[in-house]
């Protein structure tokens, strides 16, 4: 379902972007199986900072965590989650993924999220991510 958008890389960053490409793509993966919590363990740094679009961040991962334990128990039932776009710049460490999502949340409302996540990678992890989306809705 996701498309890769990306330049050639040269061939000395090949390696690096391959690396980058697949732990991106298994992070897509851990999301699509409701793997939320596990994905967190798995790619995120230690200091990792995750914001929502210009909210102060949320630093490290206990905290992240935590954050994300608050939001799946607030998911009666995931709907849909579909990967639109992934970019990536393997040599300054970044991804950008496009995605909407669909829910139920436990207050039996549905809802319906169109955003954008930057993430910075450093060492296989991911240093920072700022999710973008419309709070309008």
Do not use: C
């Not at 090949?14 to 697949?22: G, I, M, R, T």
């Not at 991106?24 to 596990?38: A, M, P």
């Not at 995120?44 to 334990?69: F, S």
């Not at 930057?118 to 992890?125: H, I």
């Amino acid at each position: 379902m996701s498309t890769a958008t990306q330049s050639r890389p040269a061939a000395s960053s090949s390696a690096s972007h391959q690396s980058l490409e697949a732990r991106v793509n298994d992070l897509v993966s851990y999301i699509r199986d409701g793997k939320i919590i596990e994905a967190m363990h798995e790619f995120y740094a230690d200091d990792t900072q995750m914001q929502e679009n210009n909210n102060p961040p949320t630093v490290g991962l206990a905290a992240n965590i935590e954050r994300e334990h608050k939001f799946v128990a607030s998911v009666k039932r995931w709907i849909a989650f579909d990967v639109n776009s992934i970019a990536i710049d393997a040599a300054r460490g970044k991804a950008a993924i496009q995605s909407t999502s669909a829910f139920e949340g436990v207050d039996g409302k549905t809802y319906r999220v169109d955003q954008v996540s930057v993430q910075t990678w450093r060492g296989g992890k991911i240093a920072h991510e700022k999710f973008y989306y419309d709070t309008a809705k």
